[in-house]
């Protein structure tokens, strides 16, 4: 498996492992059955209102339903010291009503019309999911809207600490109590450097979310929960006309805020081999080692991703069939890029079987890396990630709505700053690489003298 | 950070809905018009809901191959994919009562050596042609599923059916994947969140029983199993009288048929090897506490139920109202009370697993150590609490949310060929699926509570709570809620 099973918070869905899982086949293949599929193709109309919302529509009828999909751009990267995790504590809030919708109404009404409804945090910007019935698509507007703008009219203390309170158990559930949970967290904080966005984890820290205050939110709305800093898109089941009309009733109204200053991080870079080992409540242990990367879109992101196909993707990837299935030495493995606007981090994690060592594991997963290094892999070998990424896009073209649908993904093209129909673009991105830009991309950026090595181990038998 | 990873995981909502034959459904209507005025907007309520949606399906072409096999193919030509699942009638349900694991270990050889290929030139040729082949099973039924680009079908097709039909169980892929399996059991010691759901299925149907262990099986069954067994098993379940193909994504039947007789249809007609059903579990009687000591755990998974239902119980559709209302979606009585208002959990949740015999009903959640006595106790407030009369707009609610968001669950392909599953599983009426709305909006209040009283006996439940024992006994043995036993982690999974 290429994905890894990080929790969403994480960078990774900047980069949607979930769309690469899914994709498959174009040029490669066209050359051998003689014929090319059609071309992705996802036609959008654009506009921004005068409060600096930018809203993209696009029409999909396929099935009578309307996603909207609002980004705004802000997450973890954005948070101070002694705050971390409050962007997305703040996240949780925008669902406990507005001015003039009630405490559990954002609920109700959605569920009353067979809408579903949710929300996520990354590192770099939060995305908020309402899926209805097209019918509703006007009650959806009114309600992203009433949060857009009058969030703090009803905000209180209490509605605060009864989001702290979820939040830490969401954390409990995610982190403490899940085998291996913690090591993400460390693992962030060795390969970034003390101050930068990505060190700190988005979930934040206990102790953060304790000091976390109804002033902090009060602050944190009016600085990022502007309309000039979030984009909408509304997908599906859609009249063009009609459709605008709605959000300029609904959103027209939503005042402009001060523009978002940048966020300038201090450069990172790993110049040794950084070494950690912890323990956890787990039976057998287990092996992280990462790099830091180029940001997403930038060159070489695109290889990595190749790379992780190439290293744990399927029986006959490299790091699977040494590991698990020649030698059976490892339960599982995993090889992620892990993509963001300021930086990506390249994970590899290996799970031992009952009696090997992580010296051994580690000495064969040095040897793999290595191949690679000093010759290409097969034409073969790339072709196959190719045409499995290429079959993952237009698998991930039939959904219009939740995470990872058409309307989450315009919104990520959009924000990465690009357009916001960048599928085609996006595919070329991997189907023009061929198997030594693989290997270049091994050579350059996953080198053995410069990364981070964090073994978890199983604790002591009291 | 999710807003809602668990309650979603936890799963509740039925499969949806699907219109055989023809065509259109009409999803429902709430609310009036609404008029679309550019005039400032009123905010002094929420708007209107217009007409809900008429959701077209395609219909359900229904034919067979010439050695019996049946085939449903619906077009669905939004994307140039093509979803092909196998259905096989045979489960874990099926499994010998000295060999459990046998269904699951069986379907998870099946791509490990088939017809003259190898595991790893299986694996090769499936990811090369950008196709997904996978194959599994549950305790009702096993499949085969192809998802694949359209321009490759064939050769997908030619590598589906070796891997259906000839798999060749290689003695060192049996190894392989027993030591995988027995490794992945120890693993799930560590996770309290797959702990509990295997103790829950322990306390609730025995050792005894199908469906009181994991459909994986044992260590001590893994350790027996031989490829012997699984290669009897395939050859007397596996066949086509005991099987389906259900197609959905941009083919026609005229074009597909041919291409599914080339790769199925020397399928010899054999008749398949009968079967017999999962006996209906006793039902509980008094209630029971279990708690799995899992030391230093932050947070204590909780389980509570007993028995409940088949899939073809008549109250089908009261059920699923019910459990919406108490368990089944966001703002359910379960998860408002847990996490929105005590905040002790992330999500809390119910479900009936609808089997073709009774599976579990069962509530739970992850609950913070400190508060586990108290999460009990509001968790049998709200199960008690089911018993009296729901009111009209929660009834409303429950229903709207169950029936207008159906047109959600055909998206894709998968979701879609999905519900043709499990109106092939569960032996669905060809009406079931254009019926379903109606259905829905048919239950009653009265329905809910006669439903609440029969399958909703809190007194009688199991509780099994996996977490840290020392700091959650005193208060749940305070509780007084019945009997309460201690086990370790290698108590519960031998």
């Known amino acids: ?275 950690q080992t912890m323990t956890d409540r787990v039976r057998l242990p287990r092996l992280f080692l990462g790099w830091l990367t180029p940001r997403v879109y930038a060159p070489g992101d695109a290889a990595l991703d190749v790379v992780s196909s190439v290293l744990a993707g399927g029986k006959n990837s490299r790091l699977y069939k040494r590991l698990i299935y020649d030698t059976q030495m490892a339960q599982e493995v995993n090889a992620y890029q892990q993509s963001g606007p300021l930086g990506s981090s390249f994970i590899i994690d290996v799970t031992a079987r009952p009696g090997r060592t992580m010296a051994e594991i580690q000495a064969a997963v040095d040897e793999e890396l290595a191949k690679l290094r000093q010759e290409p892999p097969s034409a073969r070998e790339v072709q196959r990630a190719l045409n499995q990424i290429e079959a993952s896009f237009y698998r991930g073209m039939q959904r219009v709505g939740s995470f990872g649908g058409k309307a989450d993904k315009l919104n990520s093209y959009f924000f990465a700053g690009g357009s916001p129909d960048y599928f085609a673009e996006d595919l070329a991105r991997y189907t023009s690489l061929s198997a030594v830009d693989v290997q270049a991309a091994v050579t350059q950026w996953l080198p053995q003298d410069r990364r981070v090595e964090l073994i978890v181990n199983p604790e002591e038998k009291k | 950070m999710t807003r809602r990873a668990w309650p979603l995981a936890f799963g509740l909502r039925p499969l949806g809905l699907l219109a055989t034959g023809l065509a259109t459904l009409v999803v429902g209507l709430l609310g009036s018009a609404t008029t679309f005025t550019q005039a400032g907007a009123d905010r002094s309520r929420a708007p209107g809901l217009g007409p809900a949606p008429q959701l077209k399906i395609p219909p359900i072409q229904k034919r067979a191959l010439a050695n019996g096999l049946p085939v449903w193919i619906v077009e669905q030509h939004e994307v140039p994919l093509v979803q092909v699942n196998l259905v096989i009638h045979t489960g874990s349900g099926d499994d010998p009562a000295n060999a459990f694991g046998l269904a699951s270990f069986t379907a998870a050889m099946l791509d490990e ?182 030391p230093s755990a932050e947070q204590s998974q909780i389980r509570i139920g007993w028995v409940g239902v088949p899939r073809s119980s008549p109250d089908y559709f009261p059920l699923i109202v019910l459990n919406t209302i108490l368990g089944g979606s966001f703002t359910s009585r379960l998860n408002q009370n847990l996490r929105e208002e005590h905040g002790y959990s992330y999500g809390a949740s119910s479900r009936f697993d609808m089997r073709l015999s009774a599976g579990a009903f069962q509530a739970g959640a992850g609950v913070q150590t400190d508060k586990t006595a108290d999460a009990l106790r509001e968790f049998f407030k709200e199960l008690k609490g089911i018993a009296a009369p729901v009111s009209e707009a929660e009834l409303a609610k429950a229903k709207n949310y169950v029936a207008l968001s159906f047109p959600s669950e055909f998206e894709t392909i998968t979701d879609l060929a999905a519900h043709l599953e499990e109106m092939a599983v569960y032996k669905l009426p060809d009406t079931y699926f254009s019926q379903y709305i109606a259905n829905v909006q048919a239950v009653t209040a009265a329905a809910v509570q006669k439903a609440a009283a029969s399958y909703i006996q809190p007194e009688k439940f199991a509780v099994v709570v996996v977490g840290d024992r020392k700091a959650i006994e005193p208060g749940v043995s305070a509780l007084n809620l019945a009997p309460l036993r201690t086990l370790s982690v290698d108590e519960v999974l031998p």
């Open chain 2, 113 to 294: 050596g088939a017809g003259t290929r190898s595991a790893l030139q299986i694996a090769d040729e499936v990811e090369f042609l950008g196709a997904a082949l996978g194959s599994t099973s549950s305790f009702d039924s096993s499949a085969v599923r192809l998802n694949t680009p359209v321009r490759q079908l064939r050769p997908a097709l030619a590598l589906m059916a070796d891997v259906a039909l000839r798999p060749t169980f290689p003695a060192a892929e049996v190894e392989r994947l027993r030591q995988e399996r027995l490794t992945a059991l120890l693993q799930a010691k560590d996770d309290a969140s797959a702990v509990a759901p295997l103790a829950f299925a322990r306390a609730v149907f025995g050792p005894a029983h199908r469906y009181g262990t994991a459909a994986t099986g044992s260590e001590a069954t893994l350790k027996a199993m031989t490829a012997a067994q699984m290669r009897a098993f395939h050859a007397a379940r596996y066949r086509p009288a005991n099987a389906m193909l259900i197609v959905a994504g941009d083919v026609t039947a005229a074009a597909v048929l041919p291409q599914l007789e080339a790769a199925f249809g020397a399928w010899p007609m054999a008749p398949p090897a009968p079967r017999t059903a999962v006996p209906s579990a006793q039902q509980l009687t008094a209630g029971q506490v279990t708690i799995v000591d899992m």
């Open chain 1, 1 to 275: 498996m290429r994905a890894s099973d990080r929790p969403p918070e994480g960078r990774a869905i900047k980069h949607c492992p979930i769309v690469l899982a899914l994709v498959l086949l174009p040029i490669a293949l066209a050359a051998q059955s003689g014929t090319t599929p059609p071309r992705l193709e996802v036609p959008y109309r654009q506009f921004q209102l005068a409060n600096g919302l930018n809203v993209i529509l696009h029409r999909d009828t396929s099935v009578p339903i309307v996603a909207v999909n609002v980004w705004y751009h802000v997450g973890s990267a954005n948070e101070r010291p002694g705050r971390t995790g409050f962007a997305h504590l703040f996240e949780h809030l925008m669902f406990e009503g507005s001015q003039h919708v009630k405490e559990g109404e954002f609920d109700t009404l959605l569920e009353a019309a067979g809408g579903n409804n949710n929300g996520s945090t990354s590192n770099d910007r939060t995305n908020y999911v309402v899926d209805v019935p097209a019918n509703a698509l006007e009650l959806a507007l009114f309600l992203e809207s009433d949060r857009m703008a009058y969030l703090l009219d009803t905000m209180s203390p209490e509605r605060v600490n009864g989001q702290r309170d979820v939040v830490k158990n969401e954390r409990r559930q995610s982190y403490e109590n899940r085998p291996y949970g913690m090591a993400s967290i460390e693992l962030d904080k060795m390969l970034w450097p003390a101050g930068h966005p990505y060190s700190w984890p988005t979930i934040g820290h206990m102790e953060d979310l304790t000091a976390a205050s109804h002033e902090d939110v009060v602050q944190f709305f009016k600085k990022y929960y502007a309309p000039n800093n979030a984009s909408l898109v509304i997908a599906g089941d859609i009249d063009f006309d009609r459709t605008r009309a709605l959000v300029e009733k609904w959103f027209g109204e939503v005042p402009k805020g001060a523009p978002v200053e940048p966020i300038a991080p201090p450069a990172a870079m790993l110049t040794a081999v950084k070494r």
